[in-house]
């Protein structure tokens, strides 16, 4: 009796064990993306709110639907990394690109051209493709936290004012430095904040959107 019971138990433990697994693993939906497009408008994204609202847009476009969605960027209040919920976080196809914050902006996340898709699933051009698009728009240092300055009037500005940290979504620059391949904070903006100011360091007014569980 004492042995049907423990196989009984074992059985169900595994069960358990099992369930618990196969719902881990089910939600790997979409929780990460590049916008497949800007605002139109350069660094003038209508901000914070307007570029919350652009995610949940997108993302919503594309069939996601039920989250939360918050825009990868830094202000004069805000930390980006305190924007984008706890983790874990999967692109267009499934695949992780970090665990949690601290392993986002560790060495170790998952951010590379061929992950770092759009809404659509679709990879963005990066450092050799024409037009380069590869400048995301952040904000912020390289632990996420805001850089004073550098965040286009908090996204509000288009024009030949104002300066906005970015980062390259292919890890790749001009040399082998750690900034170069940097996917949140490259290099600042030159010539201001407008559309045409962001295309010309090979950028298109794109940034990163995180769904906040």
């Not at 904000?139 to 286009?152: E, L, M, N, V, Y």
Request: glycine share 14%; proline share 1%; aromatic share 6%.
């Amino acid at each position: 009796m004492g042995r049907l019971l423990l196989v009984a138990a074992t059985a169900i433990a595994a069960a358990l064990a099992s369930s618990a697994g196969v719902a881990l693993s089910q939600d790997k939906t979409m929780s990460f993306f590049v916008t497949s497009v800007g605002s139109g408008k350069g660094a003038d994204l209508g901000g914070l709110k307007g570029a919350d609202a652009h995610c949940a847009s997108l993302a919503e476009a594309a069939g996601v639907t039920g989250k939360t969605w918050h825009a990868y960027l830094s202000s004069s209040t805000e930390d980006a990394r305190d924007r984008i919920g706890k983790g874990p976080w999967f692109n267009a196809k499934g695949e992780k690109i970090a665990d949690d914050v601290a392993s986002l902006h560790g060495d170790a996340n998952g951010i590379t051209k061929q992950t770092a898709l759009t809404e659509k699933g679709e990879m963005v051009n990066g450092r050799g493709d024409k037009p380069n698009r590869h400048d995301m728009l952040t904000g912020s240092k390289p632990d996420g936290t805001k850089i004073a300055d550098q965040t286009c009037g908090d996204w509000t500005m288009s024009g030949a004012e104002g300066v906005a940290m970015m980062g390259h979504h292919d890890r790749t620059g001009l040399d082998d430095s750690a900034a170069a391949k940097s996917w949140n904070s490259s290099h600042a903006s030159r010539g201001g904040c407008s559309q045409e100011a962001l295309k010309g360091t090979g950028g298109d007014g794109l940034f990163y959107c995180f769904a906040v569980e």
